[in-house]
């Protein structure tokens, strides 16, 4: 029985429109691991109210907007792999990029939950895994740091904080995958990057077109 409600899921994710893929990926992880929500996702498709007048704690979030920064960019198409090792020949090809393409606003979010000092690399990847859509890649890391005098407000963070482009993630010749990031050198934002294993303080940002 299990098998047969599973395979209709999956059959059905097919006819899924893609902007709707980010929010049913965190619907399922909701589902997943906490019990109020799925008398809530029932009562939404009777088009009753889920909550009946009960607000939802915030408590625990881990994916939080610092309201450090608002800039808009322009769309910016996905990079090619020979536009990557242009600057970093090290690469060997783009195993994923999920990152936006049209126009937007950049925001900078944190995923530590409140009290959080440090998370390891893989608590980072699985807590932006239901964002994907939203959270911003390499070009936009790559117009960002060549339009940053446009923007004080950007420089104002300059040697504070450092931004993640996780959107996109690549690998090199040994297997071992990376982020894009922009982060000091000297009194400039520079792109750099770092191993997707690398432990998430807080100190670092993630660069997304929401919150």
Same mark, same amino acid.
């Given at each position: 029985?299990?098998?047969?409600?599973?395979?209709? &899921?999956?059959?059905?994710?097919?006819?899924?429109?893609?902007?709707?893929?980010?929010?049913?990926?965190?619907?399922?992880?909701?589902?997943?691991?906490?019990?109020?929500?799925?008398?809530?996702?029932?009562?939404?498709?009777?088009?009753?109210?889920? *909550?009946?007048?009960?607000?939802i704690s915030?408590?625990?979030?881990?994916?939080?907007?610092?309201?450090?920064?608002?800039? #808009?960019?322009?769309?910016?198409?996905?990079?090619?792999?020979?536009?990557?090792?242009?600057?970093?020949? *090290?690469?060997?090809?783009?195993?994923?990029?999920?990152?936006?393409? #049209?126009?937007?606003?950049? #925001?900078? &979010?944190?995923?530590?939950r409140e009290?959080?000092?440090?998370?390891?690399?893989?608590?980072?990847?699985?807590?932006?895994?239901?964002?994907?859509?939203?959270?911003?890649?390499?070009q936009q890391?790559?117009?960002?740091?060549?339009?940053?005098?446009?923007?004080?407000?950007?420089?104002?963070?300059?040697?504070? &904080?450092?931004?993640?482009?996780?959107?996109?993630?690549?690998?090199?010749?040994?297997?071992?995958?990376?982020?894009?990031?922009?982060?000091?050198?000297?009194?400039? *934002?520079?792109?750099?990057?770092? *191993?997707?294993?690398?432990?998430?303080?807080?100190?670092?940002?993630?660069?997304?077109?929401? #919150?």
């Amino acid at each position: 029985m299990a098998q047969d409600m599973l395979g209709n &899921v999956v059959r059905n994710l097919v006819n899924v429109p893609e902007e709707a893929l980010g929010t049913l990926i965190d619907l399922t992880e909701k589902l997943a691991s906490d019990p109020k929500w799925l008398p809530a996702v029932k009562k939404t498709l009777r088009m009753e109210n889920p *909550w009946d007048g009960a607000k939802i704690s915030s408590e625990g979030d881990s994916f939080r907007g610092t309201g450090e920064l608002s800039i #808009k960019i322009p769309a910016q198409a996905q990079p090619s792999l020979r536009e990557i090792q242009k600057r970093f020949s *090290w690469v060997k090809k783009i195993e994923r990029d999920n990152s936006p393409t #049209k126009e937007l606003t950049l #925001k900078l &979010v944190t995923v530590l939950r409140e009290g959080e000092e440090c998370i390891d690399g893989n608590e980072y990847e699985r807590r932006i895994a239901p964002r994907q859509d939203i959270i911003l890649g390499y070009q936009q890391a790559v117009w960002l740091e060549e339009h940053q005098d446009e923007f004080p407000e950007f420089m104002a963070l300059l040697g504070k &904080v450092y931004i993640d482009f996780s959107g996109l993630v690549v690998v090199d010749g040994d297997g071992s995958r990376s982020v894009f990031y922009l982060d000091q050198g000297d009194r400039r *934002w520079r792109l750099d990057f770092s *191993w997707f294993s690398h432990d998430f303080g807080r100190y670092e940002r993630v660069a997304s077109s929401c #919150k």
